[in-house]
């Protein structure tokens, strides 16, 4: 059985940050891309990053990320306890959202691509 548990999430302030994590089992884990989308109400499942099987960093992984975010959230990786990490900075309203990560057998901004998805971490970004 494969599950993927989100956490992290909750209500944060205007310019404030929050870091999400997701503990992956029943799959392994280093042979998967992982994905983090979010869902706002009344609108699709939006890209927000992703990151390879082989990737560790911005720096010196392969990652991708939204325009609306880049350069304030973060992906990363540690293979050794199957968890991805999304970092969020200067967070803004429209960050609002429920936020799912994802796993898949390779790198893509189309939620259709993952096979497998955790339950979803609320985000709240406060004016």
Same mark, same amino acid.
């Given at each position: =059985?494969? =599950?993927?548990?989100?956490?992290?999430?909750?209500?944060? =302030?205007?310019?404030?940050?929050?870091?999400?994590?997701?503990?992956?089992?029943?799959?392994?884990?280093?042979?998967?891309?992982?994905?983090?989308?979010?869902?706002?109400?009344?609108?699709?499942?939006?890209?927000?990053?992703?990151? @390879?099987?082989?990737?560790?960093?911005?720096?010196?992984?392969?990652?991708?990320?939204?325009? @609306?975010?880049?350069?304030?959230?973060?992906?990363?990786?540690?293979?050794?306890?199957?968890?991805?990490?999304? =970092?969020?900075?200067?967070?803004?309203?429209?960050?609002?959202?429920?936020?799912?990560?994802?796993?898949?057998? @390779?790198?893509?901004?189309?939620?259709?691509?993952?096979?497998?998805?955790?339950?979803?971490?609320?985000?709240?970004?406060?004016?």
């Amino acid at each position: =059985q494969v =599950q993927l548990v989100e956490s992290g999430g909750g209500l944060v =302030q205007t310019g404030g940050s929050l870091r999400l994590s997701c503990a992956a089992s029943g799959l392994t884990f280093s042979y998967y891309s992982m994905g983090w989308f979010r869902q706002a109400p009344g609108k699709e499942r939006e890209f927000v990053a992703a990151i @390879s099987r082989s990737g560790g960093s911005t720096r010196y992984g392969s990652t991708h990320y939204a325009d @609306s975010v880049k350069g304030r959230f973060t992906i990363s990786r540690d293979n050794a306890k199957n968890t991805v990490h999304l =970092q969020m900075n200067s967070l803004k309203p429209e960050d609002t959202a429920v936020y799912y990560c994802a796993a898949g057998r @390779s790198v893509s901004v189309s939620a259709n691509t993952y096979d497998y998805w955790g339950q979803g971490t609320q985000v709240t970004v406060s004016s």
